[in-house]
């Protein structure tokens, strides 16, 4: 055996970076899913009652989906049953934070994200993104709301847009992803803690990135955010999240649900670097990440562009999906799935084409290292109404060693004749032969590695912000590490 | 001390032994051209050379610049000098072929502790290669040798090799698919490269390349070993007898 091929097997020492606790008064309900918890969760966000109405609503269906063993099996992961009433629902930082005010947070949590390189002291921030931080439960800090105020953006945590403006919450909320959706959403839509609530209004082209940052801290926690983004007509916006947990040796839930809204000729671009705790080499730890994501094309000649690069959970069960109902309107799907040591990922997307000259593209680029398994998992179907529809599939996958593993499940449904439908797909393999000519120009064999899958991913990377494409290359580097040498 | 120094190499690729025993000694300011018949351990030599890990060495030294080069990883081989156009050039998806240059000789220049070169450096000098060798400039920025034509992918090699400057240049077969233009083309980058500090082992089949690649020495393998040796008057001779000759008559003469 060759000691390039035993060196891609080295893959294992990955060392993951973002993986400190920070100490720190937390005020948690007590473990346990039932209808006190939803009550004493909606009243520590002194929410009005149309929430709380929602939220025990969805527990009712999913203790009906939970009786009728519904939890999604059909991914292409295994994990043993999840106890979800061994779980704390919500957990949030003693001191609550007056929003607006860095002053009132724990220091203990403004140097965590510090640490993390994300500065909330607006004075810091280099150039024009604005921050939403939630930590465990809730949002900590929004950055920058007086100047997106100006224009009319709002832009805060979830918990926030509840009290403040109702109306636009109580008309879009679960609007795209119901709480009957699935499973993990209807868990989501029972006991959701915060997120992040952005709102353009007609015409406005939000002047800066929009970024939240989850971080997990507390043990024995699920983190469950919910994020709504709506587009008024002929408004833009670009919204990033980014997100790490600490290092623990057993498993912890994040389902999530983002919803985003395009209204007439509105454009939403959402990215997301995912770096959740992936577990150690031997599969211990890490988080599932079981999150439901989807964009209306609501209106005309609307898009919606979904860029993700997830390098980081044991487990991750995800499709970020467009429903393109306005007639010309755009969806758009770009990923990059890394998956090493036990990773498992089944991701991928769903294209829903109802409007007439609907078009989508789709770009997945999965990469499997070590033991880990990367499933494709794509739906595009063209309904009656939607003549003229277009999608094109491209769906590669890079394997890195011999123990790991790529899958691709594409589904395919056409009920009108006039569409064109584009599928390509390709499974290819770091060879002993393309590292050895990069070595023998003099790179590192794991520069090397890194330079293949980087090039392998361009495609996505060049649809990410331009400073967050640069993360992006970083974290896959960082998440390669050891893969060889 | 011999620029490259072998002695008694011994290799096998999966169990089978392909050199046999290849004693070589190259002193830089010269090119040596080894010729044989197919299978004979040509490529192999040179995979061994720039330390592909396929192939085991089972026995003997090679030494460049005094240093034991069987002890280097193939990353080391090329900073201390070694550069193989490959027979075959690899496609790497994505991976600009300019950006891929540079990021190669800055691996190198941090390798010996030298300043790297920025692409203000960079860009001039590639471009000015890339006219001495007759390249499209459009493949200046394409993806690394992906969609190059055969030529394409050969002049990219020579053009790497004359960005790289190595001390020990070893030619695969880099005649081999090329028109009579685009070998005049890569002899002429392998010429004007020709120095006292470097010396060049060119692998080939064919006398044609040796017409505008005038070498010191002509070494013949055959079977794994070096059948016999020569000055430039011995490729002629193979071109007229053929490599069945070499065995009848093996002789060795001092290289």
């Known amino acids: ?485 | 001390m011999a620029l490259l120094e072998i002695q008694d190499l011994h290799a096998s690729v999966e169990g089978n032994e392909i050199l046999k025993g290849v004693s070589l000694k190259i002193n830089a300011g010269e090119v040596h051209a080894i010729m044989g018949p197919n299978g004979s351990g040509k490529s192999t030599l040179a995979q061994v050379l720039a330390r592909h890990e396929t192939y085991e060495v089972t026995g003997g030294k090679v030494l460049l610049d005094g240093k034991d080069l069987l002890e280097m990883k193939p990353e080391e081989a090329a900073c201390e000098g070694v550069f193989l156009a490959f027979q075959y050039p690899v496609e790497i998806p994505g991976i600009g072929n300019a950006y891929f240059l540079r990021s190669a000789i800055n691996a190198i220049k941090k390798y010996r502790g030298q300043d790297e070169l920025d692409a203000m450096d960079f860009l001039p000098m590639f471009r000015e290669k890339m006219k001495l060798l007759e390249m499209d400039e459009s493949l200046m920025n394409r993806s690394l040798n992906e969609g190059f034509s055969g030529g394409e992918k050969k002049r990219n090699e020579i053009l790497q090799m004359v960005m790289m400057e190595p001390k020990l240049a070893i030619l695969d077969e880099t005649d081999s698919g090329l028109d009579i233009d685009a070998l005049r083309i890569v002899a002429k980058g392998v010429n004007d490269m020709r120095s006292k500090d470097r010396a060049f082992l060119v692998i080939t089949h064919y006398q044609r390349l040796l017409d505008y690649i005038a070498p010191d020495f002509v070494h013949v393998l055959v079977d794994g070993k070096i059948a016999l040796s020569g000055g430039p008057e011995l490729a002629l001779e193979l071109e007229e007898k053929g490599y069945g000759w070499t065995e009848s008559d093996a002789q060795v003469l001092p290289a």
Not at chain 1, 387 to 392: F, K, L, Q, S, W
Request: charged share 25%; net charge neutral; aromatic share 10%.
């Open chain 1, 1 to 485: 055996m060759s000691s390039s091929v035993d060196a891609i097997r080295g893959l294992a020492e990955q060392d993951y970076k973002w993986g400190f606790v920070t100490e720190i008064d937390e005020d948690r309900v007590p473990k346990g899913l039932n209808e006190e918890t939803i009550r004493l969760i909606s009243a520590r966000k002194g929410e009005p009652e149309f929430m709380l109405e929602w939220r025990l609503n969805a527990l009712r269906h999913w203790f009906k989906l939970e009786r009728e063993h519904a939890e999604p099996k059909w991914a292409n992961v295994t994990f043993p049953p999840i106890n979800y009433q061994d779980i704390v629902y919500y957990s949030a930082p003693k001191q609550r934070p007056v929003i607006d005010s860095l002053e009132s947070i724990d220091p203990e949590i403004l140097k965590t994200y510090e640490k993390l390189g994300i500065p909330l002291d607006e004075q810091k921030r280099l150039s024009g993104v604005a921050v939403d931080a939630v930590f465990d439960s809730v949002s900590v800090a929004t950055t920058f709301k007086g100047k997106l105020a100006e224009m009319g953006v709002i832009f805060c945590s979830f918990s926030e847009a509840v009290k403040e403006h109702p109306e636009l919450v109580k008309k879009y909320l679960g609007t795209v992803v119901p709480t009957t959706d699935n499973f993990y959403a209807a868990l989501n839509a029972a006991v959701f803690t915060d997120g992040s609530f952005v709102y353009v209004p007609k015409g406005v082209r939000c002047p800066m990135e929009l970024s939240t940052y989850f971080r997990i801290n507390a043990a024995e926690t699920g983190q469950f955010e919910r994020t709504l983004i709506i587009a008024d007509e002929g408004s833009y916006v670009s919204y990033l999240e980014g997100c790490t947990a600490p290092i623990r040796d057993t498993n912890q839930l994040h389902a999530a649900v983002v919803e985003l809204i395009a209204l007439d000729n509105a454009q939403i671009k959402y990215s997301t670097v995912q770096n959740w705790y992936p577990g150690d080499k031997e599969g211990r730890g890490g988080i599932y990440n079981f999150v439901t994501k989807r964009g209306k094309c609501q209106g005309v000649n609307s898009k919606i562009s979904w860029t993700q690069v997830e390098t980081g959970s044991a487990i991750t069960w995800k499709y970020p999906g467009c429903i393109l109902q306005g007639d010309n309107s755009v969806g758009e799907f770009y990923s990059v799935a890394l998956t090493n040591n036990r990773q498992q990922a089944d991701t991928g997307t769903k294209m829903i084409h109802i409007g007439k000259n609907t078009r989508s593209t789709i770009v997945s680029k999965g990469i499997s290292a070590g033991y880990g398994q990367n499933t494709y998992r794509g739906q595009v179907k063209i309904m009656k109404g939607a003549t003229g529809a277009r999608n094109y599939t491209q769906c590669d996958s890079l394997l890195i060693g011999d123990r790991c593993g790529a899958h691709t499940f594409p589904y395919i449904e056409v009920r009108n004749s006039s569409a064109r439908m584009e599928h390509e797909a390709s499974t290819s393999k770091i060879g002993e032969n393309q590292l050895f000519y990069l070595r023998q120009r003099g790179l590192k064999a794991e520069d090397a590695v890194s330079m293949i899958v980087n090039g392998f991913c361009k495609t996505v990377f060049r649809e990410l912000p331009m400073e967050f494409a640069v993360e992006a290359q970083k974290l896959l580097g960082v998440s390669l590490e050891g893969s060889v040498g």
